[in-house]
């Protein structure tokens, strides 16, 4: 899967470089994810803009994301949400659940 | 000069050398003979530069008795010759008859076979037979220098022999090093012989032979001693020849070969032609100086060099059965996991109601159609009293064992008895709260829309985890409405409020509630069924008693993808109000 990762002084950026997060992908993505989260990092902010089309495998790997972050005193930040994605996270309330923001620059300003 | 095994090499030169030296003989090919067969020190100082010039004889049987003697010896030329007479007399030298000669001629040459070989005993006769003089006598002579080293490469083809079969007997390469060292050990007079190999991490392992009569500590001290030659060996690929220890004891550090009584030492490289070695053949002798001749160097070498053969080979056998065992695994676990998907269907299939429910006033039918090897998707009907009906619609994240035992706990949760005193709302607020823990801990979560309807007030009140909305077509519209209500999916937070609706239904009236496979259906071209596609089909079905209305998404999801195969659970429960 394609990840490219930033480092910040104030979070780690995760791009999800790829069209779909669903049941293929979402494994991978939960393993690189919960490592930058053992190796002592806090807040990640993860860019969707690539993403055109997420699945409940998809939204289930951010949803554990959020509490792994939520039990380390951390955060867990989304940018970029396209609209089949921004939709879903409608329909399931997540929308309230994440901090949401239009761009990466964004989700960084709000640290 | 190639170094191939000597006793091929001895035939086929003992007629090339034979014929060369009748046709061009000058003393400069004696010396190059000599060279040629590399004759130690001792067989140096025995070969006659032969000088002497004979006077040509006449054929006699003495001079085959001579010839014979030449090559095994006179009391066996004595013998053979006497069993070829056998009552005969010929004084010795008495001439051979033209009658005899051919007969002669045979035997000798069998006999001859038996000490070099049937090719080089018929080029011998027939060169002695053609020319008679001193050439021949001089040849003959350094010939006869050349029964010890047939001695020798006698010795050397016995060792070939056996070493192949050692190697070819047996795959396992712990046996085939011991009895390689213990032919070297006897066959050779050695005191201490070890094999030391180095895998690709430089680690060694040493072999050593079982019919050793060594201290083992000992044979640790020499390895110790030599060990950092050996590294070099490695990297050079040549061996490391010892004649006299004392000398190199001069200018290197080897008081423990030295203590123990070493006269000569060899460190052979264990390679294959061209390629790096991936050993050492280490032979100590406490007997004598100088063992390690240039032919037993290049016997050893040549012995080494099917080792490394052998050794590449048990490798390579090795890796392939590593490489079987996990395609083995691979396969292995493939089938687990569609037995495990086969389980988590059954495991769905169990929870799901029979039939739906028969209720004065409502026609209702349910219906999921599982997507091969996955699951996740759940629906149920509770008629909790005569006027009261339950009902619920809602799929799992996973598709996987876990989720079905997830969904098996939140039924029988949901079965509970003490539910039909509590709201929709309540009743998604308990299952949160119960379900929260194994959720987190399964990484999973729940959409659900749970609705209670009461035949009697036709009352229809709900909530919704965040599960899609159902879609309600009021009698004589075509206008559709959503039946939402706010909440969020259950496994998320450890508490949390769900907002509850209620509406009000009437004869005519329909509604779909359904799960995300049907609206995500996707067709060929990429795009998905839709919940505007939903709708307008609604409008197309809705005279259609509920279970029929089923069978036409059905059919209609199956055009749209344009396969029988379903990417996902399809759920849907349809109910239609009708007079009671």
Redesign the interface.
């Known amino acids: 899967m394609n990840l490219k990762i930033e480092n910040t002084s104030n979070a780690i950026i995760m791009f999800v470089q790829e069209e779909r997060l669903d ?1 293929h992908n979402s494994d991978e993505f ?1 393993k690189n994810m919960n490592s930058h989260f053992e190796s002592g990092q806090k807040n990640i902010i993860i860019d969707l803009k690539d993403v055109r089309f997420i ?3 998809g ?3 951010l ?2 994301g ?2 792994n972050a939520s039990t380390r005193q951390g955060t867990l930040k989304l940018s970029g949400l396209q609209s089949q994605v921004k939709s879903m996270f409608e ?4 929308h ?2 994440f901090e949401i923001f239009a761009t990466v620059d964004d989700a960084l300003d709000s640290y | 000069m190639d170094p191939q095994p000597l006793l091929t090499l001895l035939l086929n030169s003992s007629i090339y050398i034979v014929v060369s030296l009748i046709t061009t003989q000058s003393d400069n090919e004696q010396e190059q003979l000599r060279k040629f067969f590399g004759s130690t020190e001792q067989e140096r100082r025995h070969a006659q530069p032969s000088e002497a010039k004979r006077l040509s004889k006449p054929l006699t049987i003495g001079s085959f008795q001579s010839l014979l003697t030449k090559f095994i010896g006179e009391d066996d030329a004595v013998k053979a010759i006497n069993s070829y007479l056998g009552d005969r007399k010929i004084p010795g030298e008495g001439k051979i008859s033209e009658f005899e000669l051919p007969n002669l001629k045979r035997f000798t040459e069998k006999t001859l076979a038996a000490s070099v070989g049937a090719a080089a005993a018929s080029a011998i006769v027939d060169s002695f037979l053609s020319d008679m003089g001193t050439r021949m006598e001089s040849v003959f002579n350094v010939f006869s220098s050349v029964k010890t080293s047939l001695d020798q490469s006698r010795e050397a083809l016995y060792v070939r022999l056996k070493s192949s079969e050692i190697i070819n007997s047996t795959l396992d390469t712990q046996i085939i090093m011991a009895d390689l060292l213990n032919l070297l050990l006897s066959e050779f007079k050695l005191d201490i012989t070890q094999i030391s190999l180095c895998d690709t991490q430089g680690h060694w392992t040493e072999s050593s032979p079982d019919k050793m009569e060594v201290d083992a500590n000992a044979v640790k001290g020499l390895n110790k001693e030599w060990q950092p030659y050996c590294r070099e060996l490695i990297g050079s690929g040549l061996p490391l020849i010892c004649n006299d220890t004392q000398l190199f004891a001069e200018s290197m550090e080897l008081p423990r070969t030295i203590s123990q009584g070493i006269l000569s030492c060899a460190h052979i490289p264990i390679s294959r032609a061209g390629e790096k070695p991936v050993g050492v053949m280490s032979l100590y002798s406490k007997s004598i100086k100088g063992m390690f001749t240039k032919e037993f160097i290049e016997l050893l070498s040549s012995l080494a060099g099917q080792l490394a053969q052998a050794l590449v080979i048990a490798q390579e056998i090795e890796a392939k059965e590593q490489e079987r065992l996990q395609k083995e695994k691979a396969i292995l676990k493939n089938v687990v996991m569609q037995k495990e998907m086969e389980i988590a269907q059954q495991i769905q299939t169990s929870l799901l109601p029979e039939k739906a429910p028969q209720l004065p006033g409502i026609d209702i039918a349910g219906h999921c159609k599982s997507a091969t090897h996955v699951g996740g998707d759940y629906y149920d009907f509770f008629v909790r009293t005569q006027d009261n009906l339950d009902l619920l619609i809602a799929d799992v994240s996973g598709h996987s064992i876990g989720a079905s035992l997830i969904m098996a706990e939140a039924r029988t949760l949901l079965k509970q008895p003490d539910h039909a005193a509590r709201t929709p709302a309540e009743i998604l607020k308990s299952l949160n709260i119960q379900l929260y823990e194994d959720l987190t801990r399964t990484e999973l979560f729940i959409s659900m829309f749970y609705a209670n309807y009461n035949l009697s007030s036709k009352m229809l009140t709900y909530a919704n985890a965040g599960h899609n909305p159902p879609i309600i077509l009021r009698k004589g519209s075509s206008r559709f409405e959503k039946l939402d209500a706010d909440g969020l999916i259950i496994g998320v937070m450890p508490d949390i409020d769900f907002e509850q609706q209620e509406v009000e239904l009437h004869t005519g009236d329909v509604i779909i509630f359904y799960t995300d496979g049907l609206t995500e259906a996707t067709s060929a071209e990429d795009e998905q069924f839709g919940v505007e596609r939903l709708c307008s089909h609604l409008l197309e079905y809705r005279a259609l008693p509920a279970s029929r209305i089923i069978d036409a998404y059905y059919d209609a999801i199956a055009r749209h993808t344009g396969s029988d195969e379903q990417q996902d659970d399809i759920s849907i429960i349809v109910i239609k109000i009708s007079e009671p």
């Open positions: 049941a939960k699945d409940s495998s939204l289930g790997v949803v554990s959020f509490k329909l399931t309330r997540l309230r659940v």
